[in-house]
């Protein structure tokens, strides 16, 4: 997003870089080994030989969304639970909510360098999509910042639609992933922006 990135047009490919990866079968797969199933987590049986219970993001996706969380935030809820126990990432996490804009943003730097040494980070394995995702979600006004500041925004949803169905995730499962990540609300809220942006990031 912008407060994360130099220009408009690094903004709008750091977020359509990472619904990408949130919404590639890798994704699926390497999330569900990298994170421990807590006490009331979705999950699924996984192997052929000896399956075994893992995490199941597809689910937890769709819980998250039926209480309100989406998409992005959702994957950023699940990465912080994972650094729960790290001391400097929880005292940076309220200099994020700082209303001083450079603090904030220095913050979310060092925030995102944390967040790629872990488990999760490692899956995504793009500082600039993991700085993407803090700042949708510690950058409230981010999103319509975005949408006004991107040049010739235009496009729909519908159009964002069939970006993401290309994926080969998207092919197996249309219908989740149209609910998991097209209705997210940080999806929705830049899709108008982005569609006017396809032609010049990919």
């Known amino acids: 997003a912008m ?3 130099g220009t408009a047009d690094e903004a709008g490919n750091n977020v ?4 990408a990866k949130l919404s590639s079968r890798e994704f699926s797969k390497s999330i569900s080994d990298a994170v421990i199933a807590q006490s009331g987590d979705p999950t699924k049986s996984d192997g ?9 993001w597809n689910t937890y996706a769709i819980q998250q969304r039926e209480q309100g969380v989406y998409g992005v935030e959702a994957f950023v809820k ?14 940076l996490q309220k200099q994020a909510a700082s209303s001083n804009s450079v603090t904030r943003k220095a913050a979310l730097e ?3 360098n944390i967040a790629m040494g872990s488990e999760i980070g490692n899956i995504i394995a793009d500082r600039q999509a993991l700085m993407a995702a803090l700042s949708v979600v510690y950058n ?11 040049p010739n925004a235009s496009g729909t949803v519908a ?23 097209a209705q997210s609300k940080a999806y929705d809220a830049i899709s108008e922006s982005l569609g006017g942006l396809k032609d010049t990031i990919t």
């Open 3 to 5: 407060k994360t990135a």
């Open 16 to 19: 359509v870089n990472l619904l």
């Open 48 to 56: 052929k030989k000896k399956p075994k219970q893992v995490f199941d």
């Open 78 to 91: 699940l990465l912080e639970r994972q650094l729960a126990g790290n001391a400097q990432y929880t005292k």
């Open 110 to 112: 060092d925030m995102s």
């Open 140 to 150: 409230k006004d981010t999103l319509n910042d975005l949408r006004k500041q991107l």
């Open 159 to 181: 159009a964002d639609f069939d970006m993401v169905s290309r994926t080969e995730w998207a092919k197996d499962q249309a219908m989740n992933q149209e609910k998991l990540f």
